[in-house]
């Protein structure tokens, strides 16, 4: 086997190694995102659920009256109950900053998908070398034209 197509080889599998570990980060990322979203959605209900009653009670004169000065507290739960539990879920997993999102999903990824990174972080400079050399190697050529030499007396023997 030729150096190139050794090297074409290694080219090959680090390609599908980067994709699949691409896909596998999103992936985390994705599911991450969803289970976020579920829980906050969760928690929002069962909150909308329990405020049900005071709000009801906010709405007659009398119990809005003897609150006297917690009036504040119907005006809250009034502005909460207009905002439904999913856009409210949405708008609490959305909203966060992007290189804490990256963070987190790193850490709660697992060890192995770091150790990976961290592995191709430390190869990389030795996989760019040998992609940027490519064929360049004088054996390569040498062997190349001895095959092309081979191959022509075969083929035409008269030459």
């Keep these: 086997m030729s150096r190139h197509t050794l090297h074409n080889k290694m080219r090959s599998i680090f390609a599908t190694a980067s994709t699949?570990?691409?896909?596998?980060?999103l992936g985390f990322f994705s599911v991450d995102k969803i289970c976020l979203l579920h829980?906050?959605?969760?928690?929002?209900?069962?909150?909308?659920?329990?405020?049900?009653w005071l709000?009801?009670?906010?709405?007659d004169p009398e119990f809005f009256s003897n609150l006297g000065y917690?009036?504040?507290?119907?005006?809250?739960i009034e502005g909460k109950a207009r905002i439904g539990a999913l856009?409210?879920?949405?708008?609490?997993?959305?909203?966060?900053l992007?290189?804490?999102?990256?963070?987190?999903?790193?850490v709660k990824a697992s060890w192995p998908l770091l150790a990976l990174l961290a592995a191709t972080f430390l190869l990389f400079p030795s996989v760019v070398v040998a992609y940027a050399r490519g064929s360049h190697y004088p054996q390569d050529e040498c062997s190349?034209?001895?095959y092309n030499k081979q191959l022509a007396q075969s083929k035409y023997p008269a030459l």
């Design 70 to 76: 917690h009036t504040s507290l119907c005006t809250e």
């Design 144 to 146: 190349r034209l001895q």
């Design 98 to 106: 992007p290189v804490e999102i990256i963070w987190e999903t790193l």
């Design 20 to 25: 699949i570990a691409l896909f596998l980060c």
């Design 39 to 52: 829980e906050v959605y969760t928690i929002r209900s069962h909150e909308l659920e329990k405020e049900r």
């Design 87 to 96: 856009w409210y879920a949405i708008n609490q997993v959305s909203c966060s």
């Design 55 to 59: 709000l009801k009670q906010c709405k």
